[in-house]
């Protein structure tokens, strides 16, 4: 019964915290989409790069080094992109 006391006097104390924004919590957003904006402008570029190479390679008759750079760049691709999804199933257990 002293426990039980306790404990509903311990709870009524604490209470149910709301959520609340960190400070700089705006700024720091902001700094994710700039970041997943050049992730997304690096990846075109690579895409763009490696399709222009595998032209030249296949052009010139040269070993082709390009598919495994497309593959490489699609495969990262996915990866930045699915970031958000990955973490939220690997932190939210």
Same mark, same amino acid.
């Given at each position: 019964?002293?426990?039980? @006391?306790?404990?509903?006097?311990?709870? $009524?104390?604490?209470?149910? #915290?709301? #959520?609340?924004? #960190? #400070?700089?919590?705006?700024?720091?957003?902001?700094?994710?989409?700039?970041?997943?904006?050049?992730?997304?402008?690096?990846?075109?570029? @690579?895409?763009?790069? +490696? +399709?222009?190479?595998? @032209?030249?390679?296949?052009?010139?008759?040269?070993?082709?080094?390009?598919?495994?750079?497309? $593959?490489? $760049?699609?495969? +990262?691709?996915?990866?930045?992109?699915? $970031?958000?999804?990955?973490?939220?199933?690997?932190? +939210?257990?």
């Amino acid at each position: 019964m002293i426990l039980a @006391a306790l404990h509903d006097t311990v709870l $009524a104390e604490v209470g149910n #915290p709301t #959520p609340e924004a #960190p #400070p700089m919590a705006d700024k720091l957003l902001q700094m994710g989409r700039y970041f997943t904006w050049l992730i997304q402008l690096s990846g075109i570029t @690579a895409i763009t790069y +490696g +399709g222009g190479r595998f @032209a030249w390679e296949k052009w010139n008759g040269g070993g082709l080094q390009s598919p495994k750079m497309i $593959a490489s $760049a699609m495969a +990262g691709g996915a990866v930045a992109t699915s $970031a958000g999804t990955i973490m939220n199933s690997v932190i +939210g257990g």
